[in-house]
């Protein structure tokens, strides 16, 4: 018979010190400044792209960092994570590899304590973020209008199809609602 | 029509089967806990404290008859609003479509054969139950439910195992941690199942609901071999000495398709419940 | 009915034998992070939460090394 089971003092949540760097890096109040200096006297247009050009930049960044750090500071969630992707076929890894990465993307620079998962299965990959820092920010400072044009989305599409492609994961990223119309974002990968 | 799937379901998704839902299989693997709050103590996840709940109903078994079948109406009346697990049984060939959709699966002991048999299961070739969804990705945090470990297995490894006990005479029941989440799918039988026992012995209904299936016996298949009479959980069937057959109690049956997947004629199918008027409101 | 059984996982007879299914056993000692020693005495306890069901056919009573399992039923009515 086996030993009776003792677990070390093992965490099971993201290490406090890697949120923390994210968040001074990827702080979401310094990309909406940057984004609000930016526009300022832009016609419609040239603010579509210039939000494109700054939010897609920081969306990659943003990602390839928690992606970096999420490898640097593991937990043991992540560590039997593996070990279960490596006994039942590395063709596993999605969902839940990305959705970590994502997780800690979001949880780093967004006051939420949890990201909503709607679903996590070999097939698809759909998170939610109801109540959006990034989206708030853009309100306050360059107004309604301007936000509901949603320039932040192509930090975070941006971000998720990165992420897939830096794991080699063939994925078609899809945004299925939008917080002006729905009063969430949702962003969906599906698996190629 | 099934409460479950009226509330957790989506039409449009394997016909509105709950279980078969993706949504109810999905979970965050992380959360932020406020500086001060503490961790989980052992015993307060959804599991254990509807087993609580479920326990001091039980207790008025002794003191107070009539207050036991009021508390066990009550529960049933809620349906799923209560602090109660839902379970639902499910044939094989949906518990397969369960292995395939969620991730991890994962084999390990099962909490009820040990508390009413004391049968402990320590390996993979003893694990009779699945665990599913994320939780199982942080099962060291409570080796006293684990009992030291999990299997975990691919699809097609799953499904031989599902196989391997059906054929022993296990019912599948999928069951619910919390809300909709779905986190298992246990093997079960009469009577150190507390599920089916809750529900054949005392009436408890929402931690054993029936199945979307019913049996259905051809008469001109069956040999009267007796077969599934001893693979019914649920004193569903009979041997008929009139007819020389056996018989199949629609009203009893949990539609658990063991008979069905036993029967060496094929004189069994399942049909669906909600098809027969007598039994479409019969969960 | 009672049983103050403090080795039930040595043992375990009662919990096997009964036709009922009248008893259980549990961990009344846990710790984080640690596996409850079936070995240690007093760690597991048994328990007859089913005792409704019993039939009073004594199998548990005869079985039971340690003489822990008692059973009372009423006396029957004059
Ligand atoms: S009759 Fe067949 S399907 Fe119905 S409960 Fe019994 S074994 Fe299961
Ligand atoms: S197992 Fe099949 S053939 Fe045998 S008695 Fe049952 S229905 Fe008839
Ligand atoms: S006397 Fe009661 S508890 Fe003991 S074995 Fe018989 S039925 Fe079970």
Redesign the interface.
């Known amino acids: ?2 030993e ?7 965490s ?3 290490n406090p010190d890697m ?1 923390k760097l994210l968040r001074e890096e990827f702080d979401v109040d310094k990309v909406t400044s940057k984004f609000t200096e930016a526009i300022k006297g832009k016609s419609a247009g040239e603010i579509e792209a210039e939000g494109k050009a700054i939010f897609e930049e920081y969306g990659r960044n943003w990602i390839r960092q928690s992606q970096k750090l999420g490898e640097e500071y593991p937990d ?2 992540y560590e ?2 593996l ?2 992707i490596d ?3 590395g063709y ?1 890894r999605f ?2 590899a990305p ?2 990465f994502l ?2 993307a979001y ?1 780093s620079t967004q006051e ?13 990959l ?1 998170y939610r973020m109801v109540d959006c820092d990034t989206y708030k920010n853009l309100k306050e400072k360059c107004g309604e209008e301007v936000a509901n044009l949603l320039p932040c989305r192509h930090a975070c599409l941006t971000a998720c199809e990165t992420l897939h492609r830096d794991l080699g994961i063939d994925a078609l990223v899809q945004m299925e609602a939008q917080i002006p119309k729905d009063g969430y974002c949702q962003f969906a990968a599906r698996r190629a | 029509m099934c409460w479950v799937c009226e509330a957790y379901g989506d039409p449009e998704v394997e016909n509105g089967r709950w279980y078969l839902n ?2 109810n ?10 500086p001060d709050q503490k961790a989980a103590a052992y015993g307060s996840d959804p599991e254990a404290q509807s087993g609580r709940n479920i326990g001091e109903i039980m207790q008025f078994r002794f003191t107070d008859p009539d207050k036991f079948n009021q508390l066990i109406k009550e529960a049933n009346a809620m349906k799923g609003s209560g602090p109660f697990q839902i379970g639902q049984v499910i044939p094989i060939q949906e518990a397969y479509k369960v292995v ?7 084999s390990m002991s099962c909490i009820c054969r040990i508390h009413n048999r004391a049968q402990e299961e ?2 993979e070739h003893e694990y009779s139950c699945t665990g599913l969804g ?1 939780g ?6 409570w ?1 006293e439910r684990y ?3 999990v299997n ?3 699809p097609d ?1 799953a499904k031989e195992w599902l196989v391997k006990w059906n054929k022993k005479g296990m019912v599948h029941i999928i069951m619910t941690f919390g809300g909709s989440y779905v986190g298992g799918v246990c093997n079960c039988d009469y009577p150190d199942c507390g599920m089916i026992r809750n529900r054949v012995d005392y009436g408890i209904e929402t931690g054993c609901l029936k199945s979307h299936w019913v049996a259905k016996i051809d008469y001109d298949l069956c040999t009267g071999c007796g077969v599934c009479v001893q693979r019914c959980q649920f004193g569903a069937i009979k041997f008929e000495v009139t007819l020389d057959k056996t018989n199949i109690d629609q009203l009893k049956c949990f539609g658990c398709g063991l008979c069905e997947t036993g029967c060496p004629t094929n004189a069994i199918e399942l049909i669906d419940r909600e098809s027969l008027p007598g039994l479409r409101e019969v969960w | 009915m009672t049983a103050p059984c403090t080795v039930p996982f040595d043992c375990k007879k009662c919990l096997q034998a009964c036709p009922q299914a009248v008893f259980l056993v549990t961990a009344v000692k846990v710790e984080r ?3 409850t ?1 079936p070995k240690e005495p007093g760690a597991y306890r048994l328990f007859a939460p089913h005792r409704d069901k019993c039939t009073g056919c004594n199998d548990c009573i005869e079985l039971c090394p340690e003489d822990a399992i008692t059973i009372n039923f009423p006396p029957l009515e004059a």
């Open positions: 018979m086996k009776i089971y003792e677990a070390k003092n093992y099971y949540e993201l949120l043991r969630t039997v994570l070990e279960a006994k039942t076929g596993l969902a839940l959705q970590r997780e800690i949880l939420i304590s949890i990201l909503p998962i709607i679903e996590n299965n070999v097939n698809r759909v | 993706p949504k299989h999905s979970r965050n693997m992380y959360k932020i806990k406020k395939e959709m969620s991730y991890p699966v994962a320590r390996n994320v199982m990705l942080k099962w060291e945090r080796p009992k030291g470990g975990f297995m691919a490894e | 992070g640690k596996e020693d």
